[in-house]
């Protein structure tokens, strides 16, 4: 997917957030198949599980089973039809989760050749925390950051200042 093109400020980014709330001595249940951030959280000392590609709008028995301690959602949230069902059935207490933010000068993604990859949402910061808030989560802190690019045009400007992505830790009692 990434074919050495990685998103190096996102993992930067995600890291520093997940290393301010998550002890490596938490279990985390990473929500999407094994990729490059699950192998760098593991080389920063975390447990990490994956889930198998199933259709997590369908098959959340993975999620609901599991006793992980963390539920880690890195752009996953955005490809689901319902989140909230998923976010229901959690049993863990902590949860970090990223998502791409709706941009006003940009269409939502969509890949032509994969229909995994794929945006049906791309939410504004205030729709996800709602959705986080309805599923039960308190939201403990957030961050956002830009994501430039190196091409010429109008938005690759507004890329310079206008926030891209939004990461959330939350908890649940």
């Known amino acids: ?3 050495n093109n990685f998103p190096n400020k996102r993992y930067r980014h995600t890291l520093v957030f997940l290393k301010k709330h998550i002890n490596t001595t938490e279990t985390i249940l990473d929500l999407g198949v094994e ?3 699950s192998e760098i959280m593991k080389q920063h000392g975390y447990s990490v599980e994956n889930t198998k590609g ?3 709008d369908l098959d959340w028995k993975q999620v609901k089973n599991s006793n992980a301690d963390v539920i880690t959602a890195f752009e996953i949230f955005e490809h689901m039809l319902a989140p909230f069902n998923v976010l ?8 970090v989760a990223s998502i791409p933010l709706k941009l006003w ?3 939502a993604y969509r890949s032509k050749t994969d229909p995994w990859d794929r945006h049906y949402h791309e939410f504004e910061d205030w729709q996800f925390d709602w959705l986080l808030e309805k599923a039960g989560w308190t939201i403990k ?3 956002k950051w830009t994501n430039p690019t190196k091409k010429i045009g ?5 890329r310079l200042f206008t926030p891209r992505y939004y990461v959330v830790y939350a908890e649940r009692e």
């Not at 229901?88 to 949860?95: P, R, W």
């Not at 109008?154 to 507004?158: A, G, M, S």
């Open 54 to 56: 199933q259709d997590l």
């Open 154 to 158: 109008v938005r690759p400007l507004l």
């Open 88 to 95: 229901k059935e959690m049993k863990a207490n902590k949860l």
């Open 141 to 143: 802190d957030t961050a």
């Open 105 to 107: 000068f940009a269409s």
């Open 35 to 37: 990729n490059p951030f």
């Open 1 to 3: 997917m990434y074919e």
